[in-house]
């Protein structure tokens, strides 16, 4: 089976910058596409920034020059860097990895338990 599991939230003022962590653990072949979403109160879980095996990324508009996305493809781990943080960031942010379990298999999403990310002073 396979299992993400998240760090690195927590409460920052606005101007602040936080830094998230997902690492993939189990057993599988190999790890496509990753990414990061949010989900606020009351609001739909929304794309935040994807990066594909080969590293190209894609940020949502509301986040582009503020975050930065990366990976360590040898830890199977997605990292999310949130700087100048806004009030309006707050949010469960989730990592997503796209999950090939065996060289022929396609692959399967698996999502991490979400950690919470309070801008606020």
């Known amino acids: 089976q396979v299992q993400l599991v998240e760090s690195g939230g927590g409460l920052v003022q606005p101007g602040g910058s936080l830094r998230l962590t997902c690492a993939a653990s189990g057993t599988f072949f190999s790890v496509d596409a990753m990414g990061w979403y949010r989900q606020a109160p009351g609001k739909q879980r929304e794309l935040v920034a994807t990066i594909t095996s080969g590293g190209m990324t894609n940020y949502a508009h509301s986040v582009k020059g503020r975050f930065t996305i990366s990976r360590d493809n040898a830890k199977n781990t997605v990292y999310l860097q949130m700087n100048s943080l806004k009030p309006e960031d707050t949010a469960v942010y989730y990592c997503?990895?796209?999950?090939?379990?065996?060289?022929?298999?396609?692959?399967?999403?698996?999502w991490g338990q979400g950690t919470q990310v309070t801008v606020s002073s």
């Open positions: 997503e990895q796209s999950v090939r379990l065996n060289k022929w298999s396609r692959t399967t999403d698996y």
